[in-house]
């Protein structure tokens, strides 16, 4: 370990702990049957106990040993004292262990923004799609998506051993992602990601125009960029102002590690500055490779429903 690790990496390696404790707390919640779940904005907008405790171990972890960092996270809570027990002081020795890439050396704590998604598909989540469940913990630099933690809490829970349930992965602009192996999809098929409970036409009609051979519907943004980086998938397609930042930070973040692009229907890049809009208003569209592609077929109609913000 270099002796005096760069913020970044420090933040990252805090990040990394406190996701994989987020994912112990998804797991707990779920295991004790006891869901708590309301309805934010509608029955397609849940939240349950698993996002209030995750999101409080998390803000209040990072909040305690960076407090010049601004944290901006998905759930509204009301302010109150963080029980001990949730907590979390470890550091990732892995990534404490890397060298920092040098523009990032310096930059200082109060620089910061992190985006905090403590459970990504909370409505799969609640219909036991378990594998499609995220926690993302995003950091962005001058409006930048720059490193990113991902923790799949149930990840292999189909195989019924405890041994080998969840995973986490984290990546840096720089340096590459790490947890996670890059694959292209085989035989250069365009298959297409999208949301499974958060459709209507304007969505339905995007993905027909892409010509994919096949279409996967499935839950969350974390997931759906896991599925690009591993070769399941080649774009994740949603044309729809439903997702937000804590949703595209840290997905972001680790997707353009690997070379990939995540952008706006009409190809923009997001900003995740501190006090943008939390809505990704102009929908998502997300590659591994040909993103090009991908843009040139979004409808005219698409572009003129989702203005760039
Ligand atoms: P999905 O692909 O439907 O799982 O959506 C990805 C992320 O965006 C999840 O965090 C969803 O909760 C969020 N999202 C997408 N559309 C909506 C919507 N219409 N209302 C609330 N959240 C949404
Ligand atoms: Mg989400
Ligand atoms: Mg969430």
Same mark, same amino acid.
């Given at each position: 370990m270099s002796a005096?690790?760069?913020?970044? %990496?420090?933040?990252?390696?805090?990040?990394?702990?406190?996701?994989?404790?987020?994912?112990?707390?998804?797991?707990?919640?779920?295991?004790?049957?006891?869901?708590?779940?309301?309805?934010?904005?509608?029955? /397609?907008?849940? =939240?349950?106990?698993?996002?209030?405790?995750?999101?409080?171990?998390?803000?209040?972890?990072?909040?305690?040993?960076?407090? !010049?960092?601004?944290?901006?996270?998905?759930?509204?809570?009301?302010?109150?004292?963080?029980?001990?027990?949730?907590?979390?002081?470890? =550091?990732?020795?892995?990534?404490?262990? %890397?060298?920092?890439?040098?523009?990032?050396?310096?930059?200082?704590?109060?620089?910061?923004?992190?985006?905090?998604?403590?459970?990504?598909?909370? !409505?799969?989540?609640?219909?036991?799609?378990?594998? /499609?469940?995220?926690?993302?913990?995003?950091?962005?630099?001058?409006? !930048?998506?720059?490193?990113?933690?991902? /923790?799949?809490?149930?990840? /292999?829970?189909?195989?019924?051993?405890?041994?080998d349930l969840g995973r986490s992965m984290w990546g840096m602009l720089g340096l590459g992602a790490f947890g996670v192996e890059l694959q292209d999809v085989p035989g250069d098929r365009r298959i297409v990601t999208t949301t499974r409970s958060h459709s209507n036409k304007v969505v339905t009609d995007c993905v027909d125009a892409m010509e994919p051979h096949e279409v996967i519907r499935v839950g969350g943004a974390g997931n759906k960029i896991i599925q690009l980086i591993e070769g399941k998938a080649s774009a994740y397609v949603f044309a729809s102002p439903g997702c937000k930042k804590w949703d595209t930070c840290a997905t972001e973040a680790i997707l353009h590690a690997v070379g990939g692009k995540l952008t706006d229907m009409h190809g923009n890049a997001y900003c995740y500055d501190a006090n943008v809009q939390h809505m990704n208003s102009a929908g998502v569209l997300a590659t591994l490779r040909n993103h090009h592609y991908y843009v040139s077929r979004v409808p005219q109609s698409v572009l003129q429903a989702l203005k760039t913000g």
């Open positions: 005096h690790p760069a913020v970044l %990496m420090r933040l990252v390696a805090s990040a990394y702990a406190a996701a994989e404790k987020a994912g112990a707390i998804v797991r707990r919640v779920l295991h004790s049957g006891e869901l708590g779940i309301v309805e934010k904005t509608g029955a /397609n907008d849940l =939240q349950t106990l698993a996002d209030r405790l995750a999101q409080q171990s998390i803000c209040a972890s990072l909040s305690k040993r960076f407090p !010049k960092i601004t944290i901006i996270g998905e759930e509204e809570l009301t302010a109150e004292e963080v029980r001990e027990d949730l907590i979390e002081s470890g =550091q990732a020795e892995a990534v404490l262990q %890397m060298g920092c890439p040098a523009e990032y050396k310096d930059l200082k704590e109060e620089e910061l923004v992190v985006w905090v998604d403590p459970l990504d598909g909370t !409505k799969e989540y609640t219909e036991g799609l378990l594998d /499609n469940v995220t926690v993302l913990i995003g950091i962005a630099h001058g409006g !930048k998506a720059i490193a990113g933690v991902i /923790n799949q809490p149930f990840y /292999n829970y189909q195989l019924g051993s405890s041994a």
